[in-house]
């Protein structure tokens, strides 16, 4: 089974610049979901996908960053325009379980993105 | 609010002997779910196990178990038999039953000697 694929690895931006991040989830998993994480902390959930809607955005800074997933598998998330603040590593998940409590998330390698 | 709780930003142990990761959570749901994951220098998170809010046995998986006290909200990792590949970032999570989603402690860094 292919895991979740994330591209690009690395990213290197200058503020105030625009950046695109892309997931593809294990095939058949429903929910996606992207988490930041900044150096030394754990993971922050940003956004969550069931299918193609969303469950839950509370914590994604609406005014500079957006994401959306296109007929239910492959997502994207932008940032638009960077701040220094933004430099930590994406993380895009997939869970098979749907919005159930007990199932693993399955992670991807993450793109590291650099705002200098 | 629900809040994981990590309180040791690294731990040192010899490589052949076991460990505990001490991971407290909160919440006032009944329904949950606690997991751990490894964290290498590579940045992937690797699953290592899960244990249910109702699950009476602690989980077990290979090397790793969790030892779980409901009561006192804990739910601690143990790594019997260290392995240098074992050193990593180590992340304890919980779940909750309205959407699936985990929320992070704040990571143990373990270092395994040889």
């Known amino acids: 089974e292919a895991g979740v694929a994330q591209s690009p690895r690395y990213k290197i931006i200058e503020k105030r610049q625009s950046v695109a991040f892309w997931c593809n989830p294990i095939?058949?998993?429903?929910?996606l979901y992207w988490y930041q994480q900044i150096l030394g902390q754990g993971p922050k959930l940003l956004i969550q996908?069931?299918?193609?809607?969303?469950?839950?955005d509370s914590q994604l800074p609406k005014d500079r960053f957006s994401a959306e997933r296109l007929k239910g598998v492959d997502s994207t998330l932008k940032i638009q325009p960077a701040k220094l603040e933004d430099s930590a590593v994406y993380l895009c998940?997939?869970?098979?379980?749907?919005?159930?409590?007990?199932?693993?998330?399955?992670f991807g390698n993450g793109t590291r993105l650099t705002v200098t | 609010a629900q809040k994981i709780t990590q309180t040791q930003p690294g731990m040192f142990v010899q490589e052949k002997e076991a460990v505990t990761l001490d991971c407290t959570y909160d919440?006032?749901?009944?329904?949950?779910?606690l997991f751990w994951y490894k964290q290498p220098s590579s940045g992937e998170m690797i699953f290592l196990i899960y244990?249910?809010?109702?699950?009476?046995q602690n989980a077990t998986e290979g090397r790793y178990s969790l030892n779980f006290h409901k009561a006192r909200k804990s739910a601690n990792l143990v790594i019997s038999a260290s392995q240098l590949g074992d050193s990593a970032m180590y992340f304890c999570?919980?779940?909750?039953?309205?959407?699936?989603?985990?929320?992070f402690g704040q990571g143990t860094e373990l270092s395994v000697k040889p």
């Open positions: 998940a997939s869970s098979l379980g749907g919005a159930n409590y007990n199932s693993p998330l399955h």
């Open positions: 095939s058949g998993h429903a929910t």
């Open positions: 996908f069931q299918n193609n809607g969303v469950v839950d």
């Open positions: 919440t006032s749901d009944q329904s949950y779910g």
């Open positions: 244990q249910g809010s109702y699950d009476e």
């Open positions: 999570a919980m779940s909750h039953n309205q959407g699936g989603k985990l929320i």
